[in-house]
């Protein structure tokens, strides 16, 4: 089994300051770790190359990129809202970032690659189709699960998210595009307490009260997500990989470790496997402790890979 591992050392360029926790030093760590366990030279590690404004266009307004653009500093760094920040290299990594996911995508429908996992940043599950917000600029799996459904064969795609929050961009991209499911695991009432209540067909939401323990959140995989995939039977599945629902991670309060990752990563190939050639796309949005991040991303690696 062959497992793209894409990623670009200027991600890392993104930098909206020492205190903020989406930090350079998060792909740091992944890439420690994944080198000190030799994971890394078990995986087919492809560099990732930028999105062209066609493949933006695809999940987001004409606009959007525009209006980056010209916020976009020479110098420093400014605030799009009160969460997220650009730097003059943010954009380029951006960029970077939704590409990976395009080159994922792509790589695994022709055969390269059995899935692939994209450890770039900045995150991308919380930009909706004309607004930047929650540390993303571009909707990174939302541009590559929209690349997907242009290709052959590819009618139907899941988008499955277990991050601590909720998707609400990837909602509002695919809310009435019911080619598209989108199932998500969050933390609630929590942040963004956008789109969180909407009722559609193709939206599976599954808010977990803070502080509670993994059990719960497995049976909303079991419960309500594999119900959900079953009826709508996707040709390809995207993974949002969240890892901040982790116990030890400052930025909510769910209970989660390493082994619940490689579970519900587990579940989810399972059933990739059997419905879908075991084409999976995931990709890196939170997760803001390092070192269980590193961890978390390993146990998810290792089964994508078979070990």
């Not at 200027?10 to 989406?22: A, I, K, R, T, Y």
């Not at 429908?109 to 189709?129: I, M, Q, T």
């Not at 890196?284 to 998810?300: C, I, K, M, T």
């Not at 690696?301 to 070990?307: C, D, K, P, S, T």
């Amino acid at each position: 089994m062959t497992t793209a591992f894409i990623t670009h050392k200027d991600c890392m360029l993104h930098n909206m300051g020492p205190e903020h926790p989406e930090s350079p030093i998060r792909l740091a760590a992944i890439n420690k770790v994944l080198q000190r366990t030799g994971l890394i030279d078990q995986l087919d590690q492809v560099t990732a190359v930028p999105v062209t404004e066609e493949q933006i266009s695809l999940a987001h307004h004409k606009l959007h990129q525009k209006r980056l653009e010209a916020k976009l500093p020479q110098e420093g760094v400014v605030y799009t809202d009160d969460d997220t920040a650009m730097c003059p290299e943010s954009l380029h990594a951006a960029s970077l970032a939704a590409g990976s996911v395009i080159l994922a995508t792509n790589r695994v429908l022709s055969g390269k690659a059995d899935n692939a996992f994209c450890a770039v940043r900045p995150p991308g599950h919380h930009a909706e189709y004309n607004l930047a917000m929650g540390f993303c600029l571009y909707n990174n799996i939302a541009i590559g699960a929209a690349h997907a459904l242009m290709q052959p064969g590819i009618q139907r795609v899941a988008i499955l998210d277990f991050d601590v929050h909720h998707c609400n961009g990837t909602v509002d991209i695919f809310k009435d595009r019911p080619e598209v499911l989108v199932c998500s695991t969050f933390q609630h009432p929590y942040y963004p307490e956008r789109y969180h209540e909407i009722d559609r067909p193709n939206i599976v939401n599954c808010p977990i009260a803070a502080h509670t323990e993994p059990h719960i959140f497995h049976r909303a995989i079991e419960e309500q997500w594999l119900p959900a995939l079953h009826e709508h039977k996707p040709d390809m599945i995207f993974i949002s990989a969240g890892f901040d629902a982790h116990k030890e991670d400052p930025m909510a309060d769910l209970n989660l470790e390493e082994e619940d990752f490689r579970q519900v990563t587990q579940v989810i190939k399972t059933f990739a496997d059997q419905y879908c050639q075991g084409r999976i796309v995931s990709v890196l949005e939170g997760g803001y402790n390092p070192v269980p991040l590193a961890f978390s991303v390993q146990a998810h690696l290792e089964v994508l890979a078979g070990f």
